[in-house]
């Protein structure tokens, strides 16, 4: 079974709009870690945002924010006003803890790439 | 901060050479640093997990004794393909683990090496 579900290859958004992307996981360990990336076209990885497992309060980050709901195992990614800069691949990932916490690796979802049109 | 710099951004081979990857966090201290391979249109997957003064980790399905791992110091980690193929050609990128707190652990993303094989 998938760990990290990305539903969404692909995603399109008015300049300036809000956009939910979204992203289910499977674990069964408590203590975990969620985290989104953007990948341009460039390549590089840019870290967005983070969310424990044990965090009370969803996560923001500016224009970005977590939509987490643990009963639901979801961990979708909100970006309010999109810019065209936004467009790139979208990554989901998850850290399970049971190695301790500091070396946990990294599982990442297939991706959405998200356009935004002027 | 948390800037992870790769070198080189692209490199051209013959088959049968090996290919050295640089992987180094800039302002910071990375007691683990994250080998991934990605081909294109597809996610990211860990080749292998590098830990400074000790021998790679390496995730099932990934040769060791074509990847080569080193570890040297807390800033440097390599990647070296031995004896490439063609189909050895994909985007790897590498990260840095910067412990901000216990929980976090935030992995830090290099800006990848293409390598073609021809």
């Known amino acids: 079974a998938q760990k990290i579900t990305q539903t969404q290859p692909g995603m399109f958004v008015q300049e300036k709009e809000a956009v939910t992307l979204d992203c289910t996981y499977d674990?069964?360990?408590?203590?975990?870690?969620l985290f989104w990336y953007k990948q341009p076209s460039s390549g590089e990885m840019i870290f967005l945002i983070y969310?424990?497992?044990?965090?009370?309060q969803n996560a923001t980050e500016g224009r970005y924010s977590l939509n987490f709901q643990k009963a639901r195992k979801s961990a979708n990614l909100v970006i309010s006003a999109s810019q065209l800069g936004d467009s790139a691949m979208y990554f989901c990932?998850?850290?399970?803890?049971?190695?301790?916490?500091?070396?946990?690796?990294?599982?990442f979802g297939k991706g959405t790439k998200l356009s935004v049109k002027p | 901060g948390a800037v992870v710099s790769q070198h080189p951004s692209r490199v051209i081979c013959k088959s049968g050479t090996s290919v050295k990857i640089e992987c180094r966090s800039l302002?910071?201290?990375?007691?683990?640093m994250f080998w991934y391979r990605q081909f294109p249109k597809q996610s990211l997957m860990l080749m292998a997990t590098?830990?400074?003064?000790?021998?790679?980790?390496?995730e099932q399905g990934v040769e060791k004794d074509k990847f080569l791992i080193n570890h040297a110091s807390l800033t440097l980690s390599t990647l070296t393909v031995t004896s490439a193929h063609p189909e050895d050609s994909s985007f790897y990128i590498c990260?840095?683990?910067?412990?901000?707190?216990?929980?976090?652990?935030?992995?830090?993303f290099g800006p990848g090496t293409r390598l073609t094989v021809l």
């Open positions: 674990t069964s360990d408590p203590s975990y870690g």
């Open positions: 990260s840095a683990s910067l412990l901000l707190d216990f929980s976090s652990d935030t992995q830090y």
């Open positions: 590098s830990n400074e003064g000790s021998k790679a980790t390496y």
């Open positions: 990932a998850m850290r399970e803890d049971n190695y301790g916490g500091s070396q946990g690796n990294l599982i």
């Open positions: 969310q424990g497992s044990y965090d009370q």
């Open positions: 302002d910071f201290q990375a007691t683990t």
